[in-house]
């Protein structure tokens, strides 16, 4: 199956529904050494797949105190006889239905034909690779969802990591299992292989996490900002699935007597929005939502000293892009990073699509048979990162790294007078780099509320709420805001990094948000997204951060931490999402920085503040770019 039924599913779920095209892959058969291919991308020659089809069965495994979790087995089959030979095994612990078959039946009851699906298997063909090339591949709900029962205790709890950790030891004695687990997914199912590893399973043997979090304060509350449509979205897609939407019985519940008990057990589920809602301090410590125990951060140091092989994959437009680089920054065991052009979930062009598709099974194949079967492939020779240089949309190109970021020099550009005529903005400000001289100098706007960067952001994309990651021509947003744009660029400007602002503000209501947008605008002055950041001004005291920042303003955002506005100018640090992005000679590069955006975050007040943003010789704002060297 390809991606027949990926444009009906949440954003949550296409990640899992990705296809590829099977090549010759690893698993055990020599082949001639002299057509063998083992690089980023490209993994031929070093065996053939031995099998034609696979099997399925499901059934539920008692955890330690009773609670019974639905996991679903697929193993290798050839002319339909079952493998006999123990075989390594790669799993998902899934919060959402095992597979997404009754899914696409309930959300897509017209769809015809309708995709024939019974396990991940059947909806990955990335995963087919895996069984035909000789792996078992295993799915399990976690306790609370699908047809697992138990109640949901709250985003990576306890309980789930040590669900995850007999789950592995139950995989590894199997007689169909070699005794080597390795673990796959993306989103929570990525996140979910950080928590395992956590616990140093001795049969886990590598991860490959696909847009995956380290810290979920800072997804929820960005600079002290709450994310409340991502989060609304999330919850409630979650609460559909425990009680609403009945995941697949196990094969022994021909009835589906079974599945409804379990069903009943999830009305007692953890609730997602109360919880959040509550938790708006990094120093929030409720039973079951404390931001510094809770989630891969708080079992940051366990993850690190565990050390297990782990392949971090992520995409520029991602909402946990970030987060992608400080794993590979902070992690101690083996590890590769790659990061595509693509967002959380669907992308608009089919060319990205295939190509994301593609390198993802080939390089996960590439990493389980070196780790779980011990072919060596070379993964661990190349250079441990690759990631996309996007030149325009659908123009991109891929480049190699030892070390992340890449070598840069920092480009500092100040906030300065307008006009530059390329934009019909509050104040159509300028971008130079060359630091303001003047003593007072500032622009002023009040905040309009109704300012957004729109339904179809990564935000939405990661959630459901957008099944592709599609800005608008930001022209309308950057007219509500303040702006700041350079003139037409003589030469290409290739940004790779982290760009970091610094804002000298006060505000009306001595608080007040601010988002930063990174867009690129071409000769007729359309805009384009790059990237952003946002800071809620009460939030910025900087801080030592728990983990290796990479030099990045980190706001500790404690109850304590939190101190109004005075009525001169305070400064605002923070940092953008990640980007490396080719901003094109004749085009402009535009810093815009709006008060509110509605349809992706809450609004600081009801009552819009009037801000400023001042741009003098003491009080002097700039973005400091990343740019590559040689650009």
């Known amino acids: 199956m390809r991606n027949t039924a990926a444009s009906f599913l949440p954003g949550v779920l296409p990640i899992l529904l990705v296809a590829c095209v099977a090549e010759p892959g690893a698993d055990g058969a020599e082949g001639e050494a002299t057509d063998r291919v083992s690089e980023f991308g490209r993994y031929e020659g070093y065996s053939e797949p031995r099998f034609d089809g696979w099997v399925t069965t499901s059934r539920y495994v008692e955890m330690r105190d009773g609670v019974r979790l639905a996991v679903e087995v697929t ?5 339909g006889v079952l493998e006999s030979k123990p075989l390594p095994v790669v799993w998902t612990h899934s919060r959402y239905h095992r597979h997404p078959g009754q899914i696409i039946r309930v959300i897509a009851p017209d769809l015809d034909p309708a995709p024939d699906i019974r396990s991940q298997v059947d909806a990955n063909e990335d995963l087919q690779r895996l069984v035909l090339h000789g792996y078992v591949v295993a799915a399990a709900g976690v306790r609370g969802s699908g047809a697992s029962f138990g109640r949901y205790e709250g985003l990576f709890s306890e309980s789930e990591t040590t669900d995850a950790v ?18 796959y997914g993306g989103s929570y199912l990525g996140i979910t292989q950080y928590m395992a590893a956590s616990r140093n399973p001795s049969a886990l043997k590598a991860i490959f996490p696909d847009v995956a979090a380290l810290d979920m304060y800072d997804l929820m509350y960005p600079g ?6 991502l989060i609304g979205h999330w919850g409630g897609l979650t609460r559909e699935f425990d009680v609403s939407i009945p995941a697949p019985a196990v094969d022994e519940d021909v009835e589906g007597v079974l599945l409804r008990q379990a069903m009943e057990e999830h009305e007692d589920n953890w609730d997602v929005l109360e919880q959040y809602g509550a938790g708006r301090y990094r120093d929030h410590a409720a039973p079951e939502l404390a931001w510094e125990r809770h989630g891969p951060s708080g079992v940051l140091e366990d993850v690190l000293e565990a050390g297990i092989p782990a392949y971090h994959w992520n995409g520029w437009y991602d909402i946990f892009v970030t987060d992608a680089t400080l794993w590979f920054a902070n992690y101690r065991g083996p590890q590769k990073l790659g990061i595509g052009a693509w967002s959380h979930s669907g992308m608009p062009d089919p060319g990205l699509m295939a190509e994301r598709i593609e390198l993802y099974a080939v390089e996960q194949h590439r990493w389980f048979d070196y780790w779980l079967k011990g072919i060596d492939n070379g993964v661990l020779d190349e250079a441990p990162i690759h990631y996309a240089v996007m030149n325009d949309p659908g ?6 790294a030892d070390a992340w970021p890449p070598e840069t020099t920092s480009q500092r ?20 780099p060359d630091a303001p001289t003047v003593e007072t100098a500032f622009d002023e706007y009040l905040v309009d509320l109704s300012t957004t960067t729109g339904t179809s952001s990564r935000w939405d994309n990661a959630v ?11 022209r309308d947003t950057d007219a509500k805001s303040l702006t700041y744009t350079t003139p037409p660029l003589e030469s290409d400007l290739t940004v790779t990094g982290h760009p970091v602002v610094t804002l000298w503000v006060t505000s009306s209501k001595r608080d007040a948000d601010f988002f930063v947008l990174l867009e ?12 952003e950041g946002v800071l809620r001004a ?19 955002s404690y109850a304590s931490d939190v101190e109004p506005l005075p009525e001169e100018p305070a400064e605002l640090r923070l940092d953008l999402h990640p980007t490396s992005t080719v901003f094109n000679a004749g085009h402009r590069l535009r810093v815009t920085v709006m008060g509110a955006d509605r349809d992706n975050a809450e609004e600081v007040s009801e009552d819009p503040p009037t801000v400023r943003v001042y741009r003098s010789a003491t009080h002097p704002s700039s973005v400091e770019l990343p740019v590559a060297t040689g650009s």
């Open 413 to 432: 550009l100040f906030l300065a007078p307008g006009t530059s005529g390329s934009v019909a903005s509050v104040n159509d400000g300028g971008l130079s």
């Open 395 to 400: 123009d991109w190109r891929w480049v190699s």
């Open 75 to 79: 193993r290798p089959a050839l002319g």
């Open 464 to 474: 459901g709420a957008a099944p592709e990651m599609v800005y608008p021509d930001l």
């Open 166 to 183: 007999e789950l592995i030891e139950w995989l590894a004695s199997q007689p169909w299992s070699d005794g080597n687990v390795g673990m």
């Open 520 to 531: 690129e605008v071409d000769a007729e002055g359309s805009s384009r997204y790059v990237t």
């Open 224 to 229: 002290g900002v709450y994310r409340d449509d």
């Open 538 to 556: 009460s939030h910025r005291a900087l801080a030592e951060a728990p983990w290796e920042n990479l030099g990045l303003p980190f706001q500790r």
